[in-house]
């Protein structure tokens, strides 16, 4: 769930110019090329010739070659915004900044699911009627439609950074503080196979025949895999468990987050049960603890709707 503290738009006064540049020189300085914009007048229309008819007030680059142009050299961006005080501030990304770009709430609330948290571990921040989530460059390219509503921000990619100014009339905000000291978070592993284009198919073989799961529910279970796999194996100390059965309550964890997720949404259940078998088997559990985990867990999912 989102909470209210999430939901808010920032609308306050529009940054000072020189508010401004000191956060392009500060977003430069952490070695992510800038750009200035253009900029959007309080009716929402945009500084650039297009005027009221521009498709992306505010959002689009002041420099004739747009992005190829981006820098990290102070003198550079000091002449920028002296020349256009309060152009908006862009950020190249797919390099050290890689960002989701999510367009609603739902989709907001359908990553934070994705990821398993209430928050995002890094900086978040509030758009003009949206989020930006950003992580550390790792490569990635971008890619329009992730998820619905949500974009990936990679090479070659764009973004409008605080304290610029929404169309909307709203400021781009941090509702969550980036540290530089402490760096990006990493894109985590389930974002990230939704961004790569085309993900390794799994052979098909008779044990795991093609499984028509839609993208999110794909996400979803890929995620709970990977718990599965990672979780601790048991500590055995003179032919006894002394601690662990980690594997086994990820199962369960993972069997009850699914069968929450099949209350509210179609999947296959057949093929989520194959998949969900096949890690635990290989993680090392007995086949009889696996399929009564499974068929515990499920139910006490389908039981248990996520709102
Ligand atoms: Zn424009």
Redesign the pocket.
């Known amino acids: 769930m989102v909470s209210r503290s999430l939901s808010r738009a920032g609308r306050a006064r529009p940054a000072s110019a020189a508010e401004l540049v000191a956060a392009a020189l500060r977003y430069a300085a952490l070695g992510i090329a800038v750009l200035p914009l253009?900029t959007p007048a309080p009716t929402g229309r945009?500084?650039?010739?297009?005027?009221a008819e521009?498709?992306?007030?505010?959002?689009?680059p002041r420099l004739r070659h747009g992005l190829l142009d981006a820098s990290t050299q102070s003198a550079q961006i000091r002449a920028w915004w002296q020349r256009w005080p309060y152009a908006n501030v862009g950020l190249a990304t797919g390099t050290v900044l890689e960002v989701g770009d999510i367009d609603t709430g739902a989709a907001l609330r359908t990553v934070l699911d994705l990821l398993d948290v209430v928050r995002p571990p890094g900086p978040l921040i509030r758009t003009g009627s949206g989020w930006h989530l950003w992580y550390a460059g790792s490569g990635l390219p971008s890619r329009v439609g992730l998820l619905p509503g949500v974009d990936w921000r990679g090479r070659g990619g764009l973004v409008v950074a605080p304290p610029s100014l929404h169309a909307s009339g709203a400021r781009y905000t941090f509702q969550q503080p980036w540290t530089p000291g402490s760096g990006l978070p990493a894109c985590p592993p389930v974002l990230r196979r939704l961004v790569l284009p085309d993900p390794t198919p799994t052979p098909v073989t008779a044990a795991s025949p093609i499984a028509d799961l839609d993208r999110y529910t794909e996400a979803a279970l890929a995620g709970e895999l990977e718990r599965i796999r990672h979780a601790p194996r048991p500590l055995i100390r003179g032919g006894r468990r002394v601690a662990g059965g980690g594997r086994n309550d990820a199962l369960n964890r993972a069997a009850f987050r699914l069968g929450q997720l099949a209350a509210r949404h179609a999947v296959d259940e057949a093929a989520i049960r194959r998949r969900l078998t096949e890690a635990a088997l290989s993680a090392g559990l007995g086949r009889t603890e696996v399929q009564r985990t499974i068929s515990s867990g499920w139910r006490a999912g389908l039981a248990h709707p996520r709102r």
Not at 46 to 51: E, I
Not at 54 to 60: D, E, I, N, T
Request: aromatic share 0%.
């Open positions: 253009h945009c500084s650039c010739r297009d005027g521009c498709a992306s007030p505010g959002k689009h």
